[in-house]
Nanobody, 113 residues
Framework: QVQLVESGGGLVQPGGSLRLSCVAS????????LNWYRQAPGKERELVAN????????MYAVSVHGRFTVSRDNVKNTAHLRMNNLKPEDTAVYYC??????RGQGTQVTVSS
Protein backbone atom coordinates (compact mmCIF):
# COMPACT_ATOMS: atom_id res chain seq x y z
CA GLN A 1 0.00 0.00 0.00
CA VAL A 2 1.37 3.36 -1.06
CA GLN A 3 1.48 5.56 1.98
CA LEU A 4 2.99 8.65 3.58
CA VAL A 5 2.48 8.98 7.32
CA GLU A 6 3.45 12.06 9.29
CA SER A 7 4.06 12.29 13.01
CA GLY A 8 5.75 14.49 15.56
CA GLY A 9 3.36 17.39 15.78
CA GLY A 10 2.08 18.83 19.01
CA LEU A 11 1.71 21.88 21.21
CA VAL A 12 4.87 23.89 21.82
CA GLN A 13 5.62 27.28 23.30
CA PRO A 14 7.01 30.08 21.16
CA GLY A 15 10.74 29.61 20.74
CA GLY A 16 10.44 25.85 21.09
CA SER A 17 11.32 23.08 18.68
CA LEU A 18 9.69 20.08 17.08
CA ARG A 19 10.83 17.42 14.65
CA LEU A 20 8.28 16.09 12.22
CA SER A 21 8.70 12.73 10.55
CA CYS A 22 7.27 11.34 7.35
CA VAL A 23 7.49 7.59 6.82
CA ALA A 24 6.97 6.28 3.30
CA SER A 25 5.91 2.80 2.26
CA UNK A 26 4.75 0.94 -0.81
CA UNK A 27 6.98 2.68 -3.35
CA UNK A 28 10.61 3.51 -4.07
CA UNK A 29 11.07 6.49 -1.79
CA UNK A 30 14.50 7.42 -3.14
CA UNK A 31 13.06 8.01 -6.63
CA UNK A 32 11.13 11.11 -5.66
CA UNK A 33 11.72 14.60 -4.40
CA LEU A 34 9.63 15.46 -1.36
CA ASN A 35 7.81 18.55 -0.19
CA TRP A 36 6.63 19.70 3.19
CA TYR A 37 3.51 21.85 3.09
CA ARG A 38 1.47 23.49 5.80
CA GLN A 39 -2.03 24.83 5.94
CA ALA A 40 -3.48 27.02 8.64
CA PRO A 41 -7.23 27.56 9.09
CA GLY A 42 -8.53 30.06 6.59
CA LYS A 43 -5.22 30.27 4.75
CA GLU A 44 -3.89 28.82 1.55
CA ARG A 45 -1.54 25.89 1.56
CA GLU A 46 2.09 27.00 1.81
CA LEU A 47 5.13 25.13 0.54
CA VAL A 48 7.52 25.11 3.47
CA ALA A 49 10.45 23.05 2.21
CA ASN A 50 11.56 20.76 -0.58
CA UNK A 51 14.31 18.19 -0.72
CA UNK A 52 15.72 16.40 -3.73
CA UNK A 53 15.65 12.63 -4.26
CA UNK A 54 19.19 12.18 -3.02
CA UNK A 55 18.77 14.67 -0.21
CA UNK A 56 21.63 16.77 -1.54
CA UNK A 57 19.74 19.95 -2.24
CA UNK A 58 16.81 21.73 -0.67
CA MET A 59 14.83 24.91 -0.59
CA TYR A 60 12.85 26.74 2.07
CA ALA A 61 10.10 29.28 2.18
CA VAL A 62 11.30 32.71 3.25
CA SER A 63 9.05 32.48 6.29
CA VAL A 64 10.97 29.51 7.71
CA HIS A 65 14.45 29.95 6.27
CA GLY A 66 17.10 29.67 8.97
CA ARG A 67 14.69 28.04 11.42
CA PHE A 68 13.60 24.83 9.66
CA THR A 69 15.78 22.05 8.32
CA VAL A 70 14.59 19.32 5.98
CA SER A 71 16.37 15.99 5.69
CA ARG A 72 15.77 12.45 4.50
CA ASP A 73 17.07 8.94 5.00
CA ASN A 74 16.46 6.86 1.89
CA VAL A 75 17.51 3.68 3.69
CA LYS A 76 14.81 4.15 6.32
CA ASN A 77 12.30 5.65 3.83
CA THR A 78 11.88 8.60 6.13
CA ALA A 79 11.99 12.37 5.86
CA HIS A 80 12.19 14.87 8.68
CA LEU A 81 11.42 18.51 9.20
CA ARG A 82 13.28 19.99 12.12
CA MET A 83 11.60 23.18 13.30
CA ASN A 84 13.41 25.54 15.66
CA ASN A 85 12.48 28.90 17.16
CA LEU A 86 8.82 28.24 16.46
CA LYS A 87 6.44 31.16 16.24
CA PRO A 88 2.66 31.34 16.67
CA GLU A 89 2.36 31.93 12.92
CA ASP A 90 3.87 28.48 12.34
CA THR A 91 0.66 26.96 13.70
CA ALA A 92 -0.80 24.74 10.97
CA VAL A 93 -1.32 21.20 9.80
CA TYR A 94 1.92 20.00 8.22
CA TYR A 95 1.94 17.49 5.35
CA CYS A 96 4.64 15.64 3.52
CA UNK A 97 3.87 15.43 -0.15
CA UNK A 98 5.22 13.73 -3.23
CA UNK A 99 3.37 15.01 -6.29
CA UNK A 100 3.53 11.68 -8.11
CA UNK A 101 2.38 9.75 -5.03
CA UNK A 102 0.17 11.91 -2.87
CA ARG A 103 0.35 13.27 0.63
CA GLY A 104 -0.07 12.07 4.16
CA GLN A 105 -2.88 12.81 6.55
CA GLY A 106 -0.96 15.61 8.20
CA THR A 107 0.19 16.39 11.71
CA GLN A 108 -0.98 19.37 13.74
CA VAL A 109 1.57 21.86 15.02
CA THR A 110 0.33 24.44 17.50
CA VAL A 111 2.63 27.16 18.79
CA SER A 112 1.13 28.93 21.76
CA SER A 113 1.98 30.08 25.25
Amino acid sequence: QVQLVESGGGLVQPGGSLRLSCVASGFTFSSYALNWYRQAPGKERELVANITRAGDNWMYAVSVHGRFTVSRDNVKNTAHLRMNNLKPEDTAVYYCDIPEIGRGQGTQVTVSS
